[in-house]
């Protein structure tokens, strides 16, 4: 018996092996392009939101059908890939059906199971077909999905309904090979949704169907090694990196906004009031209040970039962007990974990086975008893995109020108001309550 299949097998994994390792770590490399930040704490708390959130989609069913279909697609994905250790171990020791003989009729069961599984990611994916290009869903039409974005939704769908059918082709002349007793094709139990497409290849000789069960057993088993690699180019990476994303997304309250220590520590010390640390010890210095690039933000905001989902939840849910603002937090997350892209390459062709005369505030989002949220935390709500679009939005406009003086006119009015009147408003501080009587004597009225 020939080896050269399993030599083909082990070369085309090992391949797929290198290139994913080489891309996993360029894509540590980019995310840590972000500053350092400690997310440790209540490790009880982020075990049970990653998985609530993350692995049990908790808060994908606030949109039940889209919800449903996804389920349908995440469940299968998890379970078939019990039969894709079956392939490696085919693949690798030149077997057919490997578990066939040890788990005798509950084989049979398991493979109905992959096939109605297969059916139900067929099925999803062409809804999901449908609802981006025949009913046009409106969040998958904004301008940030033009092109490659769109491309890659449509592309990945495309690719799983074919190794969806690439399975119940196999499965189909499997079975007629068994029935012929043909080398040793396992003896399968009629296997459904499989045995529905039978009668295409019955009348086919035992080669022909040979070189097809074979034919669509490696497109199924490359598919999945060329899959993998895929996503990592993908917005899909977010079905690896959803789990890490959550469990480091943020535990405080919604509306708590982040001060920086430094400034805290400065405004404490000017008050009188002791700070944390050493206070024999001066501060170090601030090299930037705020973020204008990417090493600015931290690096779970750069991993909030690369977990983008581009599903649109966040951006139909932004009230700027429903009233006709050019602000959308996806394209906000977007922006952040293709910068980081950009650097990152840089880097890796001995480029400038960093150094390349454009920024992430400026060359990629724009004040308009940033000046339009209202700082409401519907788009971290809306958000199916807990993605935190406010917190970068924040640090870039901290930039352009602290470092460039950039805030509009209306704005600097109002900031100086709470900083002599503890309000908005110009009124004195002793008259605050003021409203408040008048409120009374209205009502007493």
């Not at 931290?298 to 909030?304: C, D, F, L, R, S």
Request: glycine share 6%; with cysteine.
């Amino acid at each position: 018996m020939s080896i050269l299949p399993q030599v083909v097998f082990l070369l085309i994994f090992a391949i797929a092996a290198y290139i994913l390792s080489k891309r996993i770590k360029y894509l540590r490399r980019n995310i840590f392009l972000g500053k350092g930040e400690t997310r440790n704490d209540h490790p009880e708390e982020r075990w049970k939101t990653m998985l609530l959130v993350a692995f049990g989609q908790q808060k994908m069913f606030k949109r039940f059908v889209p919800a449903f279909l996804h389920l349908l697609i995440y469940v299968a994905f998890v379970i078939i890939n019990l039969e894709v250790l079956e392939f490696v171990i085919d693949g690798l020791a030149g077997t057919h059906r490997i578990f066939a003989p040890f788990l005798g009729a509950a084989y049979g069961v398991a493979m109905n199971i992959f096939e109605f599984l297969a059916i139900a990611v067929l099925v999803s994916c062409v809804a999901f077909l449908i609802r981006r290009n025949v009913m046009k869903v409106e969040r998958f039409t904004k301008p940030e999905m033009k092109g490659w974005p769109s491309l890659d939704a449509n592309l990945i769908l495309v690719i799983e309904i074919v190794l969806m059918f690439a399975i119940l082709t196999m499965n189909a002349t499997d079975q007629i090979l068994a029935s012929r007793g043909v080398g040793d094709y396992a003896l399968l139990n009629t296997l459904f949704f499989s045995s529905l497409i039978r009668p295409i290849f019955e009348g086919m000789g035992n080669g022909t169907l040979i070189f097809i069960e074979r034919f669509a057993w490696w497109f199924h088993i490359i598919g999945i090694l060329g899959f993998a690699v895929y996503v990592t180019y993908s917005k899909h990476l977010h079905i690896f990196l959803a789990f890490p994303n959550t469990w480091y997304s943020n535990l405080k309250p919604k509306g708590e906004m982040v001060n920086m220590p430094e400034v805290t520590n400065e405004v404490n010390m000017m008050l009188g009031i002791p700070t944390e640390g050493n206070q024999e010890t001066p501060p170090a210095e601030i090299g930037r209040f705020g973020a204008k690039d990417v090493n600015d933000l931290t690096w779970v905001n750069v991993m909030n970039a690369y977990s983008c989902t581009e599903c649109g939840r966040c951006t139909s849910e932004c009230p700027a962007n429903i009233t006709g603002k050019k602000l959308s937090p996806r394209k906000i997350m977007m922006d952040v990974r293709d910068r980081a892209e950009e650097v990152g390459k840089s880097i890796d062709a001995g480029g400038q990086g960093l150094e390349d005369g454009k920024s992430l505030l400026g060359d990629y989002i724009t004040k308009e975008e940033i000046n339009a949220c209202t700082s409401c935390n519907a788009c971290v709500e809306a958000c199916p893995i807990n993605i935190d679009p406010l917190s970068i939005i924040l640090q870039l406009r901290r930039y352009v109020a602290m470092e460039e003086s950039g805030t509009p006119a209306q704005w600097n009015a109002m900031f100086q108001n709470m900083e002599t009147s503890f309000s908005p408003w110009k009124f004195s501080p002793s008259d605050r309550f003021n409203w408040a009587e008048k409120v009374k004597e209205e009502e007493v009225k």
